[in-house]
């Protein structure tokens, strides 16, 4: 038997690294502190809880990089792609999931496995423990000691920003005379019918008073030692963007393109506020890019003067909590282990990745190195062509290849195309010269298509590696 895997933190990445190298032959102790020790964002003891958006985003493995990372990752057996296909939600062209559903999904197939132990105890300092074999995912809400801990090691305060979380509102209490479902150009995804968003109208008085009222009201206070905290681009709070300008919703979360109000189809609307489902039953939803560091009392009183939305009630308000990554291009080598401890691995957010599943994807690829190790065989990393490969060369500083100064150009990413190696796109096509829109959508099915056939291609010549490893199934 091969040496154990420790895994610490039971969210995406931890509970994809332990499945994975548990699936491959190891045992593997994974490391949750909650309920014991809580954090500001989860509400229960689940493994994998999401504590933001129920959506996965994009499903479209063509022309989006994270519909394409999505594919890449039920390729590779993916828990967290298993547990979303079997929680899916109607979401238009998006994979949603129903939380609750999915949380307990992972949960039970994380505590079930065979070659798995849950233990249910805060690891406060790393340098406490000589395990070997180490994969720290303890995510944005990495508790203090083990920050401590981590700090002592590198030698580095690391960076931070503030993750906002939406509000969710009972179906009930929507209006539906004024209200309408539909998905944005009526675009169906998985579990979809292409109606799944509920759509709230606005005329153009009515949008300039809702921004107004936002950037007016009164919002969470800062400690001293947060105040210089920058936020991630991809999940502001909706009062950080309306502060960037008025119109900046309207071409945002609130832009009307692609949907006609059921209710006066002559009328265009001026912006819209998108509801998507949040539960299998269809009775909660949340609002669609409305993170938020509002006071709960002015989101309740500016969140009901939306058309539609005047009685609504809120099962939950949004929030905000802080997270911190390393400096992965100065701290991490192109396994993801510390430089100053290599004993040490670290998947997930904390490493600079954004995203539910980036998060997961980058704790598959840590598992699958530690299960290397722990087989005493060398990883085979995946081509940068792919979107995990892109991932992992971003996160340990191929993208700074030409930097003088890694350490202050790093930042959090998405998975997106801009990550990706250029890739070569006919300029005619039946004699005809392609430009514009179908030039982009060309330039986006090239680097999908190659993508996927060398994910393929590394699956395979991985896979002889892992064949080594006694496989323990779940």
């Known amino acids: 038997m091969s040496e154990t895997i420790h895994v610490i933190g039971g969210g995406m990445a931890g509970c994809e690294a332990a499945f994975l190298a548990a699936q491959h032959g190891c045992r593997v102790v994974l490391h949750e502190m909650r ?84 233990s249910r105890r805060e690891i406060k300092d790393l340098s406490a423990h000589d395990w070997a074999n180490v994969i720290v995912a303890t995510g944005p809400l990495t508790s203090s000691d083990l920050a401590a801990s981590i700090k002592r090691i590198t030698g580095d305060d690391g960076l931070a920003f503030f993750d906002a979380i939406a509000p969710i509102l009972y179906r009930d209490t929507i209006d539906f005379d004024v209200t309408w479902y539909q998905s944005r150009y009526d675009k169906a995804g998985p579990g979809g019918t292409g109606a799944d968003y509920i759509n709230c109208p606005m005329d153009k008085d009515q949008y300039y008073t809702f921004i107004d009222a936002l950037i007016a009201g009164d919002k969470t206070r800062f400690h001293d030692w947060e105040g210089n905290t920058p936020y991630f681009d991809g999940c502001l709070p909706i009062e950080v963007m309306a502060e960037r300008g008025p119109e900046t919703l309207r071409h945002g979360p609130m832009k009307p393109r692609g949907l006609t109000n059921a209710h006066q189809p002559d009328i265009k609307p001026y912006a819209v506020v998108q509801l998507r489902q949040d539960n299998a039953l269809g009775t909660l939803y949340n609002m669609v890019g409305f993170q938020t560091k509002l006071k709960h009392g002015e989101q309740v009183r500016i969140f009901r003067t939306i058309p539609g939305l005047e009685n609504a009630e809120f099962a939950r308000l949004g929030g905000l909590h802080r997270n911190t990554f390393l400096d992965s291009p100065r701290h991490l080598d192109d396994e993801l282990r510390l430089r100053e401890a290599a004993r040490l691995r670290f998947a997930g957010q904390i490493t600079g990745v954004e995203g539910y599943v980036e998060s997961a994807a ?11 190790q722990a087989l005493g065989h060398e990883f085979i990393p995946p081509p940068s062509t792919t979107a995990h490969g892109a991932l992992l060369h971003h996160i340990t500083g191929g993208h700074l290849a030409d930097s003088d100064s890694p350490a202050r150009s790093f930042q959090p990413m998405n ?30 099915r090239a680097y999908t298509s190659r993508a996927l056939r060398d994910f393929t291609s590394w699956i395979e010549e991985s896979a002889r590696t892992f064949r080594c490893g006694a496989a323990i199934e779940a």
Do not use: W
């Open 35 to 118: 309920p014991g020790v809580g954090t500001d964002a989860h509400q229960t003891d689940k493994l994998a809880e999401l504590v933001c958006s129920n959506s996965f985003r994009s499903d479209d493995a063509e022309t989006n990089a994270v519909g394409l990372l999505h594919a890449e990752m039920r390729m590779a057996g993916s828990l967290v792609m298993a547990a979303g296909d079997a929680c899916k939600l109607p979401a238009g062209g998006a994979l949603a999931v129903d939380r609750e559903q999915f949380s307990e999904y992972v949960t039970q197939r994380i505590e079930n496995h065979p070659a798995i132990t849950v």
């Open 362 to 372: 980058m704790g598959m690829l840590a598992g699958r190195m530690a299960v290397a």
């Open 415 to 444: 998975v997106n195309f801009g990550l990706f190696p250029p890739v070569e796109v006919a300029t005619q096509i039946d004699g005809k010269r392609v430009r514009g829109k179908d030039k982009q959508q060309a330039r986006k």
